[in-house]
């Protein structure tokens, strides 16, 4: 079963970081070949989700706002149909037992009593509808600056929901979020081998940072690790 624990250890369509090493800023090779991506994440988790500037500006059916419990069963909803597109990157035992009533669980907790007051969660809305989120807090990795460094945590945007700006519009209120906060940098981790989720990223400001990990998951210590590159971007004010 997926257990809440493992819900908050898998960030955007990752396995659980169990183990997971980080090698700060060390100098990022070619990712080793494992099995072949499931068609899905060859095209990449946010395939089609490169937008233009001006489709990140909030219209009156399509804004961002801070996510509220009464939103949990949604964010439940929309993470496990983000996940089940990312079919060949997450373990199969995983997306098999995945339950987005456990999902919603999950963010309903975390929402009533987040780790620090600078964990948040963000919804996109189409209408009064979530169609899809994210979350950022304090950075965690052993090299994060705890005054500096913000985390992207989860960045969940389904396939329904691709390609009419939302996760633009996520990403914009996700670095307006942690500079209002007192961050700096705002980091990310990415899949090595998801050339669009990190296509994405850069055509919004983001780059690698050198960093890089493997992961796997948990309860599953039979699957091929998989490779992660961080990607960061600057938010402070000018």
């Given at each position: 079963?997926?257990t809440s624990?493992t819900?908050?250890?898998?960030?955007?369509c990752?396995s659980g970081?169990?183990?997971?090493?980080v090698t700060p800023r060390e100098?990022?090779?070619?990712?080793p070949q494992?099995r072949p991506?499931h068609a899905?994440?060859?095209?990449g988790?946010?395939?089609?989700?490169v937008?233009?500037?001006?489709?990140?500006?909030?219209?009156?059916?399509?804004?961002?706002?801070v996510a509220?419990v009464a939103?949990?069963?949604a964010?439940?909803?929309?993470?496990?149909?983000a996940w089940?597109?990312?079919?060949g990157?997450l373990p199969?035992?995983?997306l098999?037992?995945?339950?987005?009533?456990?999902?919603a669980?999950?963010?309903a907790?975390?929402l009533?009593?987040p780790?620090?007051?600078q964990?948040?969660?963000l919804?996109a809305?189409d209408?009064?509808?979530?169609?899809?989120?994210?979350?950022?807090?304090?950075g965690t990795d052993p090299?994060?600056?705890p005054?500096?460094?913000?985390?992207?945590?989860?960045?969940?945007?389904?396939?329904?929901?691709r390609?009419?700006?939302h996760g633009?519009r996520?990403?914009a209120?996700?670095a307006?979020?942690a500079?209002?906060?007192?961050?700096?940098r705002l980091?990310t981790?990415?899949?090595?081998?998801d050339?669009a989720l990190?296509?994405?990223?850069?055509?919004?400001?983001?780059?690698?940072d050198?960093?890089?990990?493997?992961?796997a998951?948990?309860?599953?210590?039979q699957?091929?690790p998989a490779?992660?590159?961080?990607m960061?971007t600057?938010?402070e004010?000018?």
């Amino acid at each position: 079963a997926l257990t809440s624990s493992t819900v908050t250890s898998l960030r955007n369509c990752t396995s659980g970081v169990g183990g997971a090493s980080v090698t700060p800023r060390e100098p990022i090779g070619r990712p080793p070949q494992t099995r072949p991506p499931h068609a899905a994440c060859r095209r990449g988790c946010l395939d089609g989700a490169v937008v233009s500037q001006a489709q990140a500006v909030p219209t009156p059916d399509r804004s961002v706002r801070v996510a509220w419990v009464a939103d949990a069963a949604a964010m439940g909803r929309v993470q496990a149909q983000a996940w089940q597109a990312c079919r060949g990157l997450l373990p199969e035992g995983v997306l098999d037992t995945l339950d987005p009533d456990d999902l919603a669980t999950a963010w309903a907790d975390s929402l009533r009593r987040p780790p620090t007051g600078q964990h948040r969660a963000l919804v996109a809305l189409d209408g009064n509808a979530v169609v899809a989120f994210a979350s950022v807090g304090p950075g965690t990795d052993p090299d994060a600056d705890p005054v500096r460094d913000a985390e992207m945590t989860t960045l969940a945007v389904p396939p329904d929901a691709r390609g009419g700006g939302h996760g633009s519009r996520l990403l914009a209120a996700v670095a307006d979020t942690a500079r209002a906060d007192g961050f700096a940098r705002l980091t990310t981790w990415v899949f090595a081998v998801d050339d669009a989720l990190r296509a994405f990223l850069e055509s919004a400001g983001w780059a690698p940072d050198g960093a890089h990990r493997q992961v796997a998951a948990e309860d599953d210590p039979q699957t091929e690790p998989a490779r992660q590159v961080r990607m960061h971007t600057d938010v402070e004010d000018a």
